[in-house]
């Protein structure tokens, strides 16, 4: 019989690894759907426009895309990497709330983004 003691100790170097993966993949969808928003990609504009709320609205996307973009970069920089996951979260819930309440469709991807931003931080 093996004792505990005499197994290795796992090293612990997978976990920062694979978090700097899951903070690429996770920055690149960002800056993907905030690039989208900051150039007024067709769908991105039909979807604000769903909300009813005028063309004023639409500068609403721009903030939106910025925030996403820009978070996406703190993600990839450790000192701002919490503080990014937190603030993308954070859209992540005002976009649950929109598909739920007025957009329809499926909030599976914003959902997902939010549980992997909330693992990040």
Same mark, same amino acid.
């Given at each position: 019989?093996?004792s505990?003691?005499?197994?290795?100790?796992?090293? /612990?170097?997978?976990?920062?690894?694979?978090?700097?993966?899951?903070?690429?993949?996770?920055?690149?969808?960002?800056?993907?759907?905030?690039?989208?928003?900051?150039?007024?990609?067709?769908?991105?504009?039909?979807?604000?426009?769903?909300?009813?709320?005028?063309?004023?609205?639409?500068?609403? =996307?721009?903030?939106?895309?910025?925030?996403?973009?820009?978070?996406?970069? /703190?993600?990839?920089?450790?000192?701002?990497?919490?503080?990014?996951?937190?603030?993308?979260?954070?859209? =992540?819930?005002?976009?649950?709330?929109?598909h739920?309440t007025?957009l329809?469709?499926?909030?599976?991807?914003?959902?997902?983004?939010?549980?992997?931003?909330?693992?990040?931080?």
């Open positions: 019989m093996i505990a003691n005499a197994l290795p100790a796992a090293s /612990g170097k997978g976990r920062p690894i694979t978090l700097w993966i899951l903070s690429g993949l996770v920055a690149l969808a960002f800056v993907g759907a905030g690039g989208a928003k900051l150039v007024g990609g067709a769908a991105m504009v039909e979807e604000f426009d769903k909300v009813g709320l005028g063309q004023w609205f639409r500068y609403f =996307m721009y903030f939106t895309g910025l925030l996403e973009v820009a978070a996406a970069i /703190g993600l990839l920089i450790p000192r701002y990497a919490f503080y990014a996951a937190v603030m993308l979260a954070i859209v =992540m819930v005002g976009a649950i709330i929109a739920v007025v329809g469709g499926s909030p599976a991807a914003a959902v997902v983004l939010f549980v992997l931003t909330g693992i990040i931080a």
